[in-house]
Each structure stands twice: as structure tokens, then as C-alpha cells.
């Protein structure tokens, strides 16, 4: 099947600190949408993009839809003890038209105060 | 509230049980989902329904079976546990399957098949 790759597949900073990780594909996708999972809760979602080259800004993260198509980037600046869970990033394939989605193995987030 | 609830939280059932894992969604979106999630592996799509009376297999379909009835249900059976089955089930709703596949989740069950 379909795979998503994410990276990394976990972080460890400091409170302050700012934070990257992405997603990487062999397909192209129409759309992209990062997720955070805080433990023994489902994924809420964060940001949705929808068009190649298009960043987005939801507070202090920021995503951005790959100009290939084929990767999505998730920033999130100033990190806070809060940030603490998993994220993940989920992408439709072009031309889809039964709604599936396809996951990363998502990032697991640490944030030491 | 808007949104979507499953039941039971969580539930421990011994192996050759039938489960049935519920599903309600309110916000009269066309599209529902059902994923399980396992330690390393991520969510993976158990079955699908893009509309009411409709309903199709995903990554990971053996040994479960879905009925959409009606918009708001979903519900995911288990005719016959076995222990690879013990995991974190969540059911997802979007209002379209085309483009724009925004997908809003539940809280989850979690169940253990001994």
C-alpha cells in the first residue's frame, strides 16, 4: 500500500525551541493535513492544505504543501510543555475520489521545560 | 455538541466473542471511516463508507464488517475476536470524499482480546 514517510520519528527539545518535521511521498497528493494525538484521545486536525506550494499558519505552526506535491513540511515555533504528543501528517493521492487517506507513522514530541 | 462519539471507551472481550463497536456522528457528513491504531504502525484504514448504504474495504478489512444504515451510524463489527485484534479503534467522519478531505475523528475504543 501507500506509504507515507514521516520524520523524525521522535523529538526531544527544550521549551523555546522551534520544530521541524515532514512528510515524504513516491505519489503525488491534492491534499495534505498535519495532526496532533495527545494520549488516550483521537487525532485532532491542525492544518489543511490544499494546493502546491501553499503554506499555512494556525498560531504558532506552519505547514507548508510541497511545490512536487509529493511532501509536506510542519513548523511550530517557540515550542510549549502543551506541544507534548504525536503528530501526524495524512495525505489524499490526486485524483482520489473514495476520500482514503494515507498516514505517517507520526512524530512523537517531547518538550523539556 | 457537534461531533462524533464512540462507544464502549474501552473493553476487554475473550477471544471467539462478537463485538460491535459504535459509531454516531452529527454532523451529517457523508463520509465515514474506521481505523485501528497499533504501537510503530500508525492508523490504518479498516473499512470505508463515502454515503449511506454504501460501504467499502481498506488497508486492513479481514475479520471486521461495517453496515452504514442510515448518515449518522457507522457501526464495526467483530464477528469473531482473536488477539491480533486487541488495538485502538477509531472511527472518522469528512463531509466529502473529493477533494478538500478534511477527516474529524472520535475519542476511540480500546479493546483487548484475550
Known amino acids: 500500500g501507500q506509504q507515507l514517510n514521516q520524520s523524525p520519528q521522535s523529538m526531544f527539545i527544550q521549551e523555546g525551541e522551534d520544530v521541524s518535521m515532514n512528510c515524504t511521498s513516491s505519489s503525488i497528493f491534492n491534499t495534505w493535513l498535519w495532526y496532533k494525538q495527545d494520549p488516550g484521545e483521537g487525532p485532532v486536525l491542525l492544518i489543511a492544505?490544499?494546493?502546491?506550494?501553499e503554506l499555512t499558519s494556525n498560531g504558532r505552526l506552519t505547514a507548508q504543501f510541497g511545490i512536487t506535491r509529493k511532501d509536506s513540511f510542519l513548523n511550530i515555533s517557540a515550542s510549549i510543555p502543551s506541544d507534548v504528543g504525536i503528530y501526524f501528517c495524512a495525505g489524499q493521492l490526486r485524483g482520489s475520489t473514495l476520500g482514503r487517506l494515507y498516514f505517517g507513522r507520526g512524530t512523537q514530541l517531547t518538550v523539556w521545560p | 455538541i457537534a461531533g462524533i462519539t464512540q462507544a464502549p471507551t474501552s473493553q476487554i472481550l475473550a477471544a471467539g466473542r462478537r463485538m460491535t463497536l459504535r459509531c454516531t456522528q452529527d454532523m451529517r457528513h457523508n463520509a465515514m471511516y474506521w481505523y485501528r491504531q497499533d504501537l510503530g504502525l500508525g492508523l490504518r484504514l479498516i473499512h470505508y463508507?463515502?454515503?449511506?448504504?454504501?460501504?467499502g474495504k481498506g488497508e486492513v478489512p479481514d475479520g471486521y464488517s461495517v453496515s452504514r444504515a442510515n448518515t449518522d451510524d457507522f457501526p464495526l463489527t467483530l464477528a469473531s475476536a482473536v488477539p491480533s485484534q486487541t488495538s485502538v479503534y477509531f472511527c472518522a467522519s469528512s463531509p466529502r470524499t473529493s477533494s478538500y478531505n478534511e477527516q474529524f475523528f472520535g475519542p476511540g475504543t480500546r479493546l483487548t482480546v484475550l
Open positions: 492544505l490544499y494546493k502546491a506550494g
Open positions: 463508507s463515502n454515503t449511506a448504504g454504501t460501504t
